[in-house]
């Protein structure tokens, strides 16, 4: 009987947690919200709804946006995220450098920084990330107390696999638990993902993405991988390596779909015309000169991403395909326009209400933000329960 009762209390507080989860969710998706809309659309009672935004207004995660008139009588109080409420920390690991960001409950960015990396062994990131960490809260010290948790993005794949150690991940990681060392070295809970997942969700929360519950991501990092939305949860796979889409083998090169459509790829394509384009700004500025060598990789990687539209599209039915990374805003602008769109895919409806390809919004930093957005919508995305 007291395991059953406990049980029943661990349930009761399960479900009390996620219908917080849910009325945040309600409120960041409104922007401004009265606690009788909230009700209706949760199918939670008024005084349900009530009580939790009591709780959370105590906590300071909720503040009073002034009254609206609905109909007759009392205006309604209008309930707004504090945007100082919460705080999350993203951090990118990549094989060159790591990044920081930290994002209020707003999804706003309050800091970044990036630390240069010649050395990817454990000991020397992690002392990185804590330092960054550290700054971070010297910036905002009000964060401290109100850190919700620390996404970590890291290129894929995890673990040992047959597609390890093909130059676009992090040699030497694949046998670590690194959630664990990430967790000891900050103290904080964290979610760890691939860089793509963490750059589909940063859209969510404060991209293209905004109001799409399930939509593909693909990303450009040293090499290109695809990231998931599926009902506004990240599809992860067995082993957390759902969407490693740059290694599907494609009829073009005789080579696999990152050989050809990847940052590694143009720049390997320019290296042997012996031209330098190690950065993104370097591209950006070959691409204003229209340089042909450049061009003659964008005519093939166009191809490429029509190809791996119609896998995407007629696998996972995705409301858009979002394209981002570590390339020339302008760069990305032309291979959304010129990609040309498979006629024999499910996504091609007269009536679609999205493009079926559009440029991400979020920038270089994408994965960064996305690494925090990860901890960000696990605090405002709940499958409700619906106990009143």
């Known amino acids: 009987m007291r395991v059953h009762a406990l049980q029943k209390g661990s349930n009761a507080e399960r479900s009390?947690?996620?219908?917080?989860?849910?009325?945040?969710?309600?409120?960041?998706?409104?922007?401004?919200?009265?606690?009788?809309?909230?009700?209706r659309s949760l199918s939670l009672t008024t005084q349900t709804v009530s009580n939790i935004i009591s709780e959370l207004s105590d906590d300071g995660m909720l503040i009073e946006k002034g009254r609206r008139s609905v109909g007759r009588g009392l205006p309604a109080m209008q309930y707004a995220l504090n945007p100082k409420g919460g705080y999350a920390l993203g951090i990118e690991?990549?094989?060159?450098?790591?990044?920081?960001?930290?994002?209020?409950?707003?999804?706003?960015?309050?800091?970044?920084?990036?630390?240069?990396?010649d050395d990817i062994s454990p000991d020397t990131v992690l002392h990185h990330v804590t330092t960054l960490y550290d700054r971070a809260?010297?910036?905002?010290?009000?964060?401290?107390?109100?850190?919700?948790?620390?996404?970590?993005?890291?290129?894929?794949?995890?673990?040992?696999?047959?597609?390890?150690?093909q130059g676009s991940d992090l040699s030497g990681w694949q046998e670590l638990d690194a959630e664990e060392l990430f967790t000891d070295a900050i103290d904080l809970p964290i979610a760890l993902s691939n860089d793509a997942n963490a750059a589909a969700m940063a859209e969510r929360i404060n991209g293209v993405a905004q109001g799409l519950a399930t939509y593909a991501y693909i990303y450009f990092g040293a090499g290109l991988g695809l990231g998931l939305i599926h009902n506004g949860q990240i599809m992860k796979g067995a082993f957390g390596n759902a969407g490693e889409i740059g290694h599907i083998p494609i009829p073009l090169s005789g080579g696999k779909l990152e050989s050809v459509l990847s940052r590694l790829s143009v720049q390997r394509h320019l290296s042997d015309a012996g031209k330098d384009a190690h950065d993104i700004e370097a591209l950006g500025h070959l691409f204003q000169q229209r340089d042909p060598d450049l061009m003659e990789w964008l005519g093939t990687a166009t191809k490429a991403l029509g190809y791996a539209l119609a896998i995407v599209e007629n696998m996972f039915d995705p409301q858009t395909v979002v394209l981002g990374g570590a390339m020339p805003d302008a760069v990305l602008d032309h291979l959304v326009a010129e990609t040309p769109l498979p006629d024999l895919s499910v996504s091609n409806r007269p009536t679609a209400p999205h493009p079926r390809l559009m440029r991400g919004a979020s920038g270089r930093m994408t994965a960064t933000q996305g690494a925090a957005a990860l901890i960000l919508n696990r605090a405002l995305t709940s499958p409700l329960s619906h106990a009143h």
């Open 93 to 117: 690991v990549r094989p060159d450098a790591v990044f920081a960001a930290l994002l209020n409950l707003q999804g706003d960015l309050v800091t970044t920084e990036r630390v240069a990396l």
């Open 16 to 39: 009390r947690h996620r219908n917080r989860q849910a009325v945040l969710g309600q409120v960041h998706a409104a922007g401004s919200i009265g606690r009788a809309e909230i009700a």
């Open 137 to 165: 809260l010297a910036q905002v010290p009000g964060a401290r107390d109100r850190m919700l948790g620390a996404g970590v993005v890291m290129p894929g794949p995890f673990g040992v696999t047959g597609v390890a150690g």
